[in-house]
């Protein structure tokens, strides 16, 4: 299996920008397909972004298209998510997720997904108006 720990979360101005970080350790990490999800208290934990296991492959909620962008680096078993242009609605505790490595990005973003998930612990993001 896997551990994973985020990092990087905190406050920032509307606008702003922000650099997740989520660390690996465990399995090899290409063995994983990555996401990040998002949750605020009282809402269902909400798809945000994923990657193939190699990198090559990315997909996004509609609400984040065009201001998150997601990547990973399997030498440092890392993967990132840098937001800009944040929004007060954006301010939720960030989740990193690993499914097994025959996942594409895009079935990462579908609801119901029963098979084996890891998940990291979360960070705050906070988004000020």
């Known amino acids: 299996q896997v551990q ?9 101005q509307a606008g702003g920008s922000l650099r997740l970080s989520c660390v ?6 290409s063995s994983y397909a990555m996401g ?3 949750q605020v208290p009282g ?3 909400e798809f945000v972004a994923a990657v193939s296991w190699g ?11 065009g201001r998150f962008a997601i990547s990973r680096d399997n030498a ?28 594409t990005a895009q079935s990462m973003g579908v609801k119901g997904y029963d098979g084996r998930r890891y998940w990291g612990k979360g960070t705050l993001v906070t988004v000020s108006s």
């Open 24 to 29: 690996a350790s465990g399995r090899t990490f």
């Open 76 to 103: 440092k078993n890392t993967v990132y998510l840098q937001m800009s242009s944040l929004k007060p609605e954006d301010t939720a505790v960030y989740y990193c997720a690993a499914d097994s490595r025959d996942r």
């Open 55 to 65: 990198g090559g492959s990315t997909y996004y909620a509609d609400s984040v298209k």
């Open 36 to 38: 990040w999800f998002r």
């Open 43 to 45: 809402k269902e934990r």
């Open 4 to 12: 994973l720990v985020e990092s990087g979360g905190g406050l920032v």
